[in-house]
């Protein structure tokens, strides 16, 4: 017998089984040369990658390719790609209108610097093989880096606090103002206030996002309540002592006269506790008349004038003449002593049909329309300007949100009754006395008062910092100057107008 075996079937079937496992032979002997190839070039490029000033590919900036870039190829591409998607404001919406927060205000800006920077140091601050995990994970996943965000987060909620001041629905807090024999107080009035950090949020994750250009951001709102009357507190305004005015020369000084006023506390309370949903409280009150007034002492008391504005009107809009005449009549021969803090709403009163305004244009929820003592916006304005040329410092102001027809963006100071007043404190040290004429298609304010060897001339300069499709932003400085020279420019106020 052999000692081997003879094969007894089919040589065909032999030579198939001979070329299956030639086959699977050379199939492993290809993958293990591909995954050779693949591995070395792998680390081909990576090693090469090392010592690259590009960045690896795979890799993006807030969704924008930077693979291949030097580090300013990659912050002008990104820079770039971002302004043409990010729109210059972010639009808000409340009860169909519209607001506008500018990014550049803000000064939102993403830290493309930061993320191209740790794009370039992708894979190199690890061991090899962490460097080489990172390295081909990125290839093969990608990697998208989103950029820290920045803003001024003052700036923004100076901005909000404007537009919550511009809403529909304002808050009216209770007010007081004297009016010939008697005191009115006005009971406040609920109001919108806008959620503030829940705004915030969506302001900046849609700026994260860049989906502010698609539509509106819808403004969050809460319902804000007055505060109560405080009588008390009303009758310690109030209240006065008599006293006679009188002025020195050595040193030279004049003391305003003073009316004495008063009137029943316990009286009122009582009366607004029966009726408390009352919108006006009529009190009357008790005056002692002194024997002499500041008029009384005459222009010699005041010797100088200090600071003067005057603006243009229409003669031939009677109504809104009416209501000019009425508002400069009541700050006429008003004296603000050192320290103190003159307040337009104060002393011209709510305006009223009884206290002879009439109706005229006005800027009400974002629109010019028809409302009562309209164009008293430009008494205070002229005030305003003339408060700046006498160096008072200046407490509470905003502007319009249309630029108003009689004077340039940045000079202009609006009122509403129970919600914005314009205020400045008298700072100087000698007593100043108010007087406002209209006449002849010219409000003028006139500032008296005592010059001083150190006085400058004073007056307000604006510049024009952007201007869109949309809005208009301004920049207002106190301008000094001496012999016709400027001196020095304070920074007061950046104002943001809605273009019509």
């Given at each position: 017998m052999?000692d081997f075996?003879?094969f007894?079937?089919n040589?065909?079937s032999?030579?198939?089984?001979f ?5 699977i032979?050379?199939f492993?002997?290809l ?6 190839l693949?591995v070395a ?16 590919s795979?890799?993006?900036?807030k969704?924008i390719?930077?693979?291949g ?6 912050i002008?591409h990104?820079?770039?790609e971002?302004?043409n998607q ?8 409340y009860?169909?209108h519209n607001?506008?927060?500018?990014i550049?205000q803000?000064?939102?800006k993403?830290?493309?610097?930061a ?17 080489l995990?990172?390295y081909i994970?990125i290839?093969?996943t990608?990697?998208n ?10 700036a923004?909620?100076?901005?909000l606090e ?11 807090q ?5 009016d010939?024999d ?5 009971n406040?009035?609920n109001g919108?206030?806008?959620?503030y ?15 502010y ?15 109560p ?9 109030i ?5 006679d005015a ?9 003391f305003?006269?003073?009316t004495?006023v008063d009137f029943d506390?316990?009286l009122v309370?009582n009366?607004?506790k029966?009726n ?10 008790t ?15 005041f010797p100088?004038l200090v ?13 809104r003449?009416t209501?000019l ?18 307040s337009?709403?104060?002393v ?5 049909i009884a206290?002879?305004?009439k ?32 160096n008072m410092e200046i407490e509470t102001r905003?502007n319009h949100?249309?630029?108003?027809s009689y004077i340039?963006a ?8 129970g919600?914005t007043d314009?205020?400045?404190k008298n700072?100087r ?6 007087e406002?004429s ?5 409000a ?13 001339d ?8 952007k201007s ?9 400085y106190r ?8 001196v ?6 950046t ?6």
């Open positions: 052999p075996e003879i007894r079937g040589p065909k032999l030579l198939k089984h070329r299956h496992d030639n086959f032979l050379v492993v002997i993958l293990a040369i591909v995954i050779g693949f070039g792998t680390i081909f490029f990576y090693i090469s990658q090392q010592n690259s000033d590009v960045i690896q795979g890799v993006f900036i969704n390719n930077v693979s870039l030097t580090r300013e190829e990659a002008k990104v820079n770039e971002l302004s990010m729109n210059d404001h972010i639009e808000l919406t009860k169909n607001y506008y927060v500018e550049e803000i000064e939102a993403f830290d493309v610097e993320s191209v920077d740790y794009a370039l140091n992708l894979a190199k601050h690890g061991t090899f093989l962490e460097n995990y990172q994970s290839l093969l990608k990697i880096i989103d950029p820290k965000l920045t803003y001024n987060d003052e923004l909620t100076s901005y404007t537009i919550e001041t511009y809403l529909p629905d304002q808050l009216e209770y007010g007081y103002y004297l010939e008697e005191l009115f107080i006005t406040g009035v919108a206030g806008i959620e950090d829940d705004l915030k949020k969506m302001i900046i994750d849609a700026i994260q996002d860049i989906s250009s698609r539509g509106y951001i819808q403004i969050p709102t809460y319902t804000k309540y007055p505060e009357i405080d009588v008390d507190a009303i009758h310690q305004d209240y006065r002592e008599v006293q009188y002025f020195t020369t050595e040193p030279y000084a004049v305003a006269e003073v004495g506390v316990d309370k009366f607004i029966e408390p949903n009352a919108q006006e409280y009529e009190i009357p009150l005056y002692t008349e002194p024997n002499v007034t500041v008029n009384d002492l005459g222009r010699e008391a100088d600071g003067s504005y005057a603006t243009k009107y229409v003669t031939s809009n009677r109504d003449t209501n005449r009425l508002a400069a009549s009541k700050i006429d021969g008003t004296v603000v002593m050192p320290g103190e803090i003159f337009y709403n104060k011209v009163g709510k305006r009223t206290a002879g305004y109706e005229a244009a006005i800027y009400q929820d974002g629109e010019v329309t028809s409302g009562l003592g309209g164009g008293i916006c430009q008494i205070s304005t002229t005030l305003y300007n003339a408060a700046i040329a006498a905003r949100m249309f630029v108003p340039e940045g000079k202009d100071a609006t009122v509403v009754w919600s314009f205020k400045f700072r040290d000698y007593p100043v006395k108010i406002a209209v006449e002849g298609g010219i003028r304010v006139n500032i008296y008062g005592l010059k001083t060897d150190d006085e400058y004073i007056s307000l300069y604006t510049r024009t910092i869109t499709a949309t809005t208009l932003v301004v920049e207002s301008e000094y100057r001496r012999d016709g020279q400027v020095k420019r304070d920074k007061l106020y104002d943001t107008y809605k273009k019509q």
